[in-house]
């Protein structure tokens, strides 16, 4: 028997262990509760019946097969003979699977309370429309979450919760136990533990709703993320940490902090600790050579950073915060530290034009000379989303911005067209120039379906 | 009993039709002209009888053989437990969700509750 089993629902594809049931373990672990993992995303992963169903809303042909497939998965849930299943919805495209579950376990399983959470409850950026409300009125779930679960899930289980679209943002990290991974099996994920050691972000990039949703920037004292680290690595054997946050270098004093810890601790240990996770480019002056080294020291492999443009003008207009010498500096750097990049980028933002496209293509040549050993991967994800909340979605009417359906088809200074043409103009740039630029079979799709929309409706 | 609820497009010409969901009547001119939720409970394995009345042939106004107003009710969801039923599914699992003429009735047969996962698979 155990008070809670929290469920992954498909479909999200990341081969590092899911930051979240761990922290929610160890809350209810030490308010007196029993709670395990069940990592239902990782199980089905290769399953194309439930991919397609997650991703592109459609059943499986042979019905039967399927539901004999779902129950037994049921049963193997049942197995942990659980009071409230805690369904982890990561991103809208976990949505489907999530009531799915939902459906059978209340018919199979009428006894469990199912608990929802998570961000992808959330249709349209995590400011958009929560669909916890509407799942309940169909009796789809007992209860539901929005956003931070840490102690909504306590105040579950101990029969004291109510539930409300307005959350207040949890500001004290430090007092939350250490994440519990005792349950996950991590043969199966990445040689890597999540870590989190803020939430929210320091920046107010206009496209970003991170900022809209976690009003403030909190984080955890450096000595707390450093602490858990070396108790995390002895505990399960595993040296590398990926962080979770929207940034790492948000507070410089918790960075620092942090660094000295982990440096001093990796100059005596065994096994050196190193870790990745997302950074911002800092000024020289924010962000000296020492602690550059510092952080080499303590550990530091890699960093993702949303540079999402090379042309200052439009970065400027976003409220990135940093100019091209802070790229040029941050890079050599890097270079010197043996510390890899991944630049992630957007292409398309509203004050993008054929001008900025050629800025960003004769920096692109610029950047070259740091590929492949720092600059490791040039992340061209998507065209320009415009989420609800957010700066851009408030002063687009005044940039000639039309919103469309969808976050993507937004129509004025460029259409979608033309940014997927720019996105693929760019890629091709940047291979030719020796980055690595990997797939993305979505956005090449879209690109196909909005040329045989227009030619339709031509 | 479990609770339903259906969303639809009333038409009205010489006023609204009156429609009824098994034993539940909304008389002719109760509803307005425009989108309702009509709120009801149901049973599992028994059917829904959805019927339009009140509607004759004077109640349809064509110009040039096109018609420009019409008394009829459209079906634009049904809210039953665990699943909503869209237009588009209507459409493909059901019959047409629109009611146009007299004392038009449609069934909906709902299984019973054990077999709701298998319905819900093959009707999504």
């Not at chain 1, 858990?228 to 902090?257: P, R």
């Not at chain 2, 059901?94 to 698979?121: A, H």
């Amino acid at each position: 028997m155990v008070d809670v089993l929290l469920v992954s629902s498909p479909a999200t594809f990341s081969d590092i262990a899911p930051a979240a049931p761990a922290i929610l373990i160890a809350m209810l672990e030490k308010a007196g509760y029993s709670a395990k993992f069940y990592d239902f995303n990782l199980i089905v992963n290769n399953d194309r019946d439930f991919i397609d169903l997650a991703l592109n809303g459609r059943m499986p042909k042979n019905k039967k097969k399927f539901n004999n497939k779902i129950i037994n998965y049921i049963n193997d849930i049942k197995k942990y003979n659980p009071k409230f299943i805690g369904i982890s919805i990561f991103t809208y495209q976990c949505q489907n699977i999530a009531k799915l579950l939902c459906v059978y376990l209340r018919i199979h399983a009428p006894e469990i309370k199912i608990i929802l959470g998570g961000q992808g409850l959330a249709q349209g950026g995590l400011e958009g429309t929560h669909l916890g409300e509407k799942w309940k009125k169909l009796n789809l779930c007992d209860y539901w979450v929005i956003s931070e679960g840490e102690w909504p899930i306590i105040d579950i289980v101990s029969g004291n919760y109510k539930e409300t679209i307005n959350w207040t943002q949890i500001t004290n990290l430090d007092e939350f136990p250490i994440p519990n991974y005792s349950s996950y099996d991590f043969s199966r994920y990445k040689k890597t533990i999540p870590i989190t050691g803020s939430r929210g972000c320091v920046r107010r990039c206009t496209f970003c709703d991170i900022h809209v949703h976690w009003k403030k920037f909190v984080f955890r004292s450096g000595m707390s993320i450093a602490k858990e680290m070396i108790e995390q690595s002895s505990k399960y054997g595993i040296y590398n940490f990926t962080f979770t946050d929207s940034l790492i270098n948000g507070s410089m004093k918790a960075y620092k902090e942090m660094c000295e810890v982990l440096a001093k601790h990796n100059s005596s240990a065994k096994q050196r600790i190193s870790w990745q996770g997302q950074f911002i480019f800092r000024p020289k002056n924010q962000m000296p050579e020492d602690v550059w080294k510092l952080s080499a020291d303590a550990g530091l492999a890699e960093t993702h950073v949303g540079v999402e443009s090379l042309s200052e003008s439009v970065r400027d207009h976003m409220k990135k915060k940093f100019s091209n010498e802070d790229i040029f500096y941050s890079l050599n750097c890097m270079k010197k530290y043996n510390i890899t990049t991944v630049l992630l980028m957007i292409v398309g933002y509203i004050t993008d034009n054929e001008n900025t496209l050629q800025e960003n293509k004769n920096m692109y040549q610029k950047l070259s000379k740091y590929s492949p050993n720092t600059i490791r991967k040039v992340a061209i994800g998507t065209t320009l989303s415009i989420l609800p909340g957010t700066p851009l979605e408030k002063i687009a009417k005044d940039h000639g911005v039309k919103l469309g359906k969808y976050e993507n088809d937004w129509s004025g200074p460029s259409t979608l067209e033309t940014r997927l043409q720019w996105r693929l103009e760019l890629i091709d740039h940047c291979r030719k120039l020796g980055f690595f630029v990997p797939e993305n079979e979505e956005q090449q799709a879209l690109l196909n379906y909005v040329t045989d929309q227009e030619k339709i409706y031509a | 009993m479990p609770k339903a609820s259906l969303d639809i497009l009333v038409g009205g010409c010489n006023g609204t039709p009156g429609f009824k969901i098994n034993d539940f009547t909304l008389i002719p001119n109760e509803l307005s002209e425009g989108e309702h939720t009509i709120d009801f409970t149901y049973e599992y394995g028994e059917s829904i009888k959805f019927t339009m009345f009140g509607k004759s042939k004077y109640d349809v106004e064509l110009v040039n053989g096109k018609i420009v107003k019409d008394k009829y009710i459209a079906i634009k969801k049904l809210s039953l437990e665990f699943l909503e039923i869209h237009s588009w599914q209507f459409h493909t699992y059901f019959w047409e969700p629109y009611f146009g003429f007299n004392n038009q009735s449609k069934y909906i047969n709902i299984p019973l509750r054990k077999d709701i996962p298998i319905w819900f698979l093959e009707i999504s």
